[in-house]
């Protein structure tokens, strides 16, 4: 069945809620809330530099989505975009959603004229790491996180 990536509507709100939460369990995060809400209202504003895809499939609805960053960078001339989060359903998952939705940004990098496209996973995600290995290597950079608080 087809899918149809396109950019996130104020319609998908719960959906997407619901989506997010499946994330943040996956990645053991409790980002309800207020959190929630923000990132939420930062993806519908257009002044924010944060924004959101989904994946929708007729008969199902929307069952895929990533949120991505567009941001200045120090080693290129051209903005960067960081694809901070993408989700599946769960019972939708390998039939090639995640990597429709890798590929549409990868159009948008070169037809906004980005610079590179990246992402961060854990390193046990096995089943992300078998779709992302098809794009590039790892890049062989360990991340450091300092948290206020």
Not at 77 to 100: M, S
């Amino acid at each position: 069945m087809t899918v149809r990536i396109r950019k996130i509507a104020a319609s998908d709100e719960v959906r997407w809620g619901e989506l997010w939460q499946g994330y943040c369990r996956f990645y053991e995060r409790d980002l309800s809330g207020p959190v929630t809400r923000h990132t939420w209202q930062r993806i519908m504003d257009p002044a924010a530099p944060v924004y959101a895809i989904v994946a929708e499939r007729p008969g199902d609805g929307v069952i895929g989505m990533a949120n991505y960053i567009i941001h200045e960078n120090t080693w290129t001339l051209t903005p960067v975009c960081y694809l901070e989060d993408l989700f599946v359903a769960p019972k939708k998952r390998a039939v090639g959603v995640g990597q429709q939705l890798v590929d549409w940004l990868v159009a948008e990098m070169k037809a906004q004229n980005w610079s590179r496209l990246y992402w961060n996973t854990k390193e046990n995600n096995y089943r992300a790491r078998g779709l992302y290995d098809k794009y590039t290597p790892h890049s062989g950079f360990l991340r450091y996180v300092v948290n206020n608080g």
